[in-house]
């Protein structure tokens, strides 16, 4: 697998594959046997194509006339795309959207486990009901040796959003995945992925709005 | 200002307006008065005239060398965007990651209200815990006659997407924030925004493997 694991896919099949992966964990929990590449396009207005091409990434082929083993499918998918193993992360900010983020037992399913959290606000470093150890900032390089994480979870104000990314980088995180508004800039070599929650209630926003006239 | 709210503002510039504004709000936390779109250029890494060109939707314009005044332009942006205005919202399901968005006290900034939720798990319909009113998604309709709300935002299991989709927006709701990761088809005419945190932690795990060769 860890070859299969190593190739860098192209971002538009990272943000299908895991669409075909929901849909058929959907057939397998209704007992759905077999999956055609036809039946997956109708149901994700993906071309049938695509999606072959898609899934020869994993090596996995379809039988004619029966199509896709949907258990198979599922788990081939599931590794594929590293939801199977642990990747370990730390939370850097852990207000509102950090701790709502740790408590959100959905992401280890999905292969992130937030090992640590990182603030500096003194009543947040001293909580211990967040199932987490949370410490300071200043900690992280340390922390590093005993507890280390290639994953770094921006989850700050706007205005600390860029030197909260430093740090990380600094001690030894490898990608950071932002969700403040803020364009963070990281060096080359470092994986850096935008969940743009903000961007995304200024378009339903816009709209709505626009629907109202 | 609802006659400007009311342009259908192209996807593009809906991504970046939010970074001028987590920056300009950023400079005003230090005390910049003013900003010029190349500083704005140079700190976000878009193109001098893009900024000014996305700008000009909000009419604000810059002053020959003075540039933008720091306050108007946040004020402006986060008006234009909505952020400023309350939008009303439901939460389809509360499970883990529906639970983590009612707590995340940052929506609200935003112009995300979120005045009640719903399930179908009895253990979860019965919560008093939450700020919000939480129930079985049966009454919905009922509900929507009392406290109503314009958006969905989805955050079922996969399997109950489409048909959690379809039941928010037969009770009225116009827009459907979805965060699972299963594409959901809607009706034209409604607005559909799709939070893919799957295909962000798959591109997150894809790249970091490969950097692992």
């Known amino acids: 697998m860890n070859q299969i694991n190593n190739i860098i896919l192209p971002e538009p099949t990272l943000r299908r594959l895991p669409w075909y ?13 077999f999956v055609s590449s036809t039946q997956i396009s109708r149901a994700l207005s993906v071309d049938a194509s695509q999606i072959a091409k898609d899934l020869s990434f994993l090596n996995i082929r379809g ?24 990747h370990r992360a730390y939370m850097i900010g852990c207000g509102s959207l950090g701790e709502a983020l740790i408590r959100d037992s959905g992401l280890s399913k999905y ?20 199932g987490v150890p949370i410490y300071h900032i200043d900690r992280i390089y340390e922390i590093m040796e005993e507890n280390p994480a290639s994953i770094g979870i921006l989850a700050v104000p706007s205005e600390m959003a860029q030197e909260s990314a430093d740090i990380a980088i600094g001690a030894g995180v490898k990608a950071i995945w932002n969700f403040t508004p803020y364009r963070v800039k990281v060096a080359e070599g470092i994986v850096m992925a935008n969940t743009s ?7 339903i926003f816009n709209r709505l709005n626009s629907m109202e006239r």
Chains 1, 2 share one sequence.
């Open 111 to 130: 292969g992130l486990e937030i090992v640590a959290g990182f603030d500096v606000n003194p009543q947040v470093v001293s909580r211990t009901d967040l």
């Open 21 to 33: 992966l929901a849909y058929v964990e959907t057939l397998q929990k209704n007992d759905v046997e």
């Open 197 to 203: 929650i903000y961007a995304h209630l200024a378009l």
């Open 63 to 86: 039988k004619t006339r029966i199509g896709y083993e949907v258990a198979a499918l599922a788990e081939g998918l599931s590794e594929f795309l590293g939801f199977s193993q642990c």
